[in-house]
């Protein structure tokens, strides 16, 4: 009787489909065009840029969208969480300037300042209306002495007041992201998307 043959063990199976993927035409002329580019680093480096600027104006716009949408919600009903998901949305929108400061110079330099000042203003809220809830926690949870109590409602007092200044705050913070500091980023941008796609 014949010995019946064993299967591929996994690794060969593997290689073989590899070797297969690696001399496939969608491959090899991927290979040819990226071997002509680096015969030709001016057209790659053109290419590269123009993709690159295309891209960070679409993701910037599509991130400022998403900012105002919730900015402009904002209203003297709106919850702290309301304020917290702007100060989100303006983080990331700041990353993602930062990511592309260097195609855009100084009008994304100007504008990540301003995002940065609108996510201090907005942190600051933040943080006085956490310390405000739980002072006010903690008055009402424990039995304590009228010298401590007394110097909690204070604290409690101190943080209400801070959080109106950051509510005043924030819309001053909010123009500076808003008007004039993007009008400079967008001219920017579309500068650098037409000089892209003129190349």
């Not at 123009?50 to 599509?62: M, N, P, S, V």
């Not at 109106?164 to 992201?177: D, E, N, P, T």
């Amino acid at each position: 009787m014949l010995a019946r043959s064993s299967p591929k063990p996994l690794y060969r199976q593997l290689k073989d489909r590899l070797l297969r993927e690696l001399d496939s035409p969608p491959l090899r002329a991927w290979q040819e065009s990226w071997l002509a580019n680096l015969r030709d680093p001016d057209a790659a480096t053109v290419r590269d840029a123009r993709l690159t600027g295309e891209a960070a104006y679409d993701a910037i716009r599509k991130q400022a969208r998403k900012l105002r949408k919730r900015a402009d919600a904002l209203d003297e009903e709106s919850s702290a969480d309301d304020f917290h998901h702007v100060r989100a949305r303006a983080k990331k929108l700041r990353y993602l300037v930062d990511a592309f400061e260097g195609l855009y110079g100084p009008a994304a330099q100007e504008f990540h300042k301003a995002l940065s000042k609108l996510q201090d203003v907005l942190g600051a809220y933040h943080d006085a209306v956490v310390r405000e809830q739980r002072f006010t926690e903690l008055v009402a949870s424990a039995a304590l002495p009228a010298a401590t109590s007394f110097a909690v409602g204070r604290l409690v007092e101190r943080d209400s007041g801070a959080i109106g200044k950051c509510r005043g705050k924030f819309a001053k913070a909010y123009k500076r992201v808003r008007k004039r500091r993007w009008r400079e980023l967008s001219r920017a941008m579309r500068r650098q998307a037409r000089a892209g796609a003129a190349k």
